[in-house]
């Protein structure tokens, strides 16, 4: 029966990991081909989304501020374009055929109109990407050395709008064959650094010319950049005076020799400064290091204080057993004592061993390049649909180990389980939702976004949890094989205890050693998740989540000695909290990260940001709470089956 389960849910880990290595493979594979342009083919400029460049999650659609929705008509062009070319210092014939050539092709297309939306992905929605289409026309090898993208008088309103956004450092986001670009809206300059003085009043500017730098290989686009020219940035200061404005684009490309299926190691490679490798390198062997000599030292301690534990036992005549026993041994008619609460318990449990799965399964094929590194919208849709696909796992472990228990409801447990995770996060988001609403912020998800998630986890989660539950309460082993009996009467606690054996000692002791493994490591998952840096190095991060499994496991296992040894049996809740109080500690680094390495600030960004923390702090609680109660419970029935109790 045990070998029957174990290997049905063994069959049903490989299912998981098989179907959405197909399923991420299969929408690698249609990303894979890409665009391939003719001669003077349009290219397409998709624009994104706004916001302060400091709070990540604070983003607007492209359009809320007041910029061109159409493009300017032949006439409007001729007037701007000879205006730019008596400024201009050179002019040759090239440059005037291509303006010929220009207008001769707005007198077929007419003015294009701008705000189209796109079809987005899942985790595009998620993070926030709102794409739109855009008026400015480009084709494929044509270089523009200035065009006009149309003309508007900025009133009070509008020059308040963007003077704002400049203040607040406003970035913009726009996209060419889905490589990102990115530029600043405008900037702040004193007068000081203009003339020289020591005070002065400070000017603010609008960019209005985009300059596109697009690299191709043979006939596909492989690089995209966009910069904005500071000659050309128009005065806002008086929102008072009506400002005409020009907004402008120009165009070059050139030949790149980087291939399409590579083109977005650049912007992963860009994100990080010189040196940053070798630093996550050394910042991991130290934690392997340090991992090594404290289980080195908790084995070498632990494997000699059994052994003269077990020895001295031995030793104990039957007669004198009673009067001799102490420590550990003492305990043995309790230590097998079920927790209170079970039900929760046991969910608790099950959510840990499925989150764990999940998390390992998705830096998998993250490692693998099945799941895209370098948009964030990936990696969250790829954890939600994880997430259901592991929920009969979960299920599974919580019911069998419920039935262990001798429980009786165990289609309580099933919900407890189903429910532990998602409900949580749904109180989070419908918070920061409903304040993102407020805000009319991007981060705000659409009915439909919320629609799919809801369909996923109503015909697919529940269901598989259901499974699992069926599963093993059909098909698990549900003996839970004591070394020892367990007594009707539990036995009296010690209340006198040292200080350093306290339980608040040991949740300090056992939450701060794990974290100190993955402190620099944190660091750079933090710049990810709440910062514009593009997280790559899936393989160290796999090597530091694994390495703090194994510390966590190993503190555990000690801590729960020196509990046992104060005769302390009620040691089920204690071990999954002390394992789990790593995800307090990285929650209590959320604030330090906030208030001291951040320039994060508003209530929107505050509420996503302390609240989505919260979900990942939870997460780690609960990993980290199973692993280290399912090694403790190894080594309690190990210890107890050596020893003789009656």
Not at 571 to 595: C, E, K, Q, R, V
């Amino acid at each position: 029966m045990r070998a029957s389960s174990i290997l049905s849910l063994l069959l049903w880990s490989s299912a998981i990991s098989t179907a959405s290595a197909g399923l991420f493979k299969k929408k690698h594979r249609r990303q894979k081909a890409g665009t391939k342009y003719e001669p003077h083919g349009e290219v397409h400029v998709v624009v994104n989304k706004v916001g302060p460049f400091n709070n990540p999650t604070e983003t607007y659609r492209y359009y809320s501020l007041p910029f061109c929705r159409t493009h300017a008509d032949e006439s409007t062009h001729k007037e701007a374009y000879e205006e730019e070319r008596n400024v201009a210092l050179e002019s040759d014939e090239e440059e005037e055929e291509e303006s010929a050539s220009y207008l001769r092709k707005l007198e077929i297309k007419g003015n294009r109109i701008g705000a189209e939306r796109h079809k987005q992905r899942l985790g595009e929605s998620i993070v926030g990407d709102r794409r739109e289409t855009s008026p400015y026309e480009l084709s494929f090898k044509d270089d523009i050395e200035w065009r006009l993208l149309c003309k508007t008088t900025l009133d009070k309103h509008d020059l308040i709008q963007l003077k704002e956004a400049i203040h607040n450092n406003y970035f913009f986001e726009m996209f060419i064959e889905d490589l990102p670009m990115w530029g600043y809206v405008g900037d702040i300059e004193d007068e000081d650094e203009i003339l020289g003085e020591v005070e002065g009043q400070s000017h603010t500017y609008l960019f209005p010319h985009l300059h596109f730098k697009l690299g191709y290989n043979k006939n596909q686009i492989v690089s995209a950049a966009v910069t904005t020219e500071r000659d050309r940035r128009v005065d806002i200061t008086n929102v008072n005076k009506p400002t005409p404005v020009q907004f402008s684009y120009s165009v070059e490309y050139f030949e790149d020799d980087l291939p399409w299926r590579m083109r977005m190691t650049r912007y992963a490679d860009s994100r990080f400064l010189p040196g940053s490798f070798e630093i996550h390198w050394l910042s991991i062997i130290n934690s392997f290091v340090l991992v090594l000599l404290l289980t080195a030292f908790l084995t070498i301690i632990l494997m000699r204080v059994l052994k003269n534990d077990f020895s001295r036992y031995m030793e104990i005549d039957d007669s004198s057993m009673e009067e001799e026993e102490s420590g550990w041994k003492l305990i043995h008619g309790d230590v097998f004592r079920f927790p209170q609460f079970p039900v929760l318990f046991c969910a608790s449990v099950g959510t840990g061993v499925q989150l764990t799965i999940a998390t390992l399964l998705l830096l998998g094929l993250a490692l693998t390049g099945m799941i895209s590194t370098t948009r964030r919208g990936s990696i969250l849709a790829g954890m939600v649909i994880l997430y259901c696909l592991t929920t009969t796992v979960g299920a599974y472990i919580s019911t069998r180990l419920y039935f262990q228990m001798n429980g009786k409801n165990w289609v309580r447990c099933v919900l407890f389980t189903a429910g532990l995770f998602p409900v949580p996060t749904s109180f989070v988001f419908m918070w920061v939702n409903t304040v993102a609403l407020f805000h009319g912020s991007t981060s705000a998800l659409p009915f439909s976004t919320i629609f799919t998630i809801g369909a996923i986890f109503a015909l697919v989660a529940l269901p598989l949890t259901v499974l699992g539950g069926i599963v093993a309460k059909n098909y698990a082993n549900h003996d839970f094989n004591a070394p020892t009996r367990t007594t009707k009467v539990a036995r009296e606690i010690p209340t006198e205890v040292p200080w350093y054996r306290s339980r608040f000692v040991q949740m300090v002791v056992s939450g701060f050693l794990p974290f100190s493994a993955i402190y620099i490591e944190l660091h750079y998952i933090f710049a990810s998740m709440w910062g514009h840096q593009i997280y790559t190095l899936f393989g160290i991060l796999l090597f530091a989540f694994v390495l703090l499994l194994i510390v966590t496991s190993f503190i555990s296992v000690a801590l729960l000695y020196f509990q046992l040894a104060r005769e302390d049996h009620r040691w089920w809740w204690s071990t999954f909290i002390n394992s789990g109080m790593t995800g307090l500690f990285i929650y209590a680094y959320s604030f330090f990260y906030y208030f001291h390495r951040s320039g994060m600030t508003g209530m929107l960004q505050s509420s996503f940001y302390f609240g989505y923390m919260s979900i990942v702090s939870f997460g780690f609680f609960l990993m980290l709470g199973s692993c280290g109660f399912h090694f403790s419970l190894l080594f309690v029935k190990h210890i107890y089956s050596r020893v003789k109790c009656d």
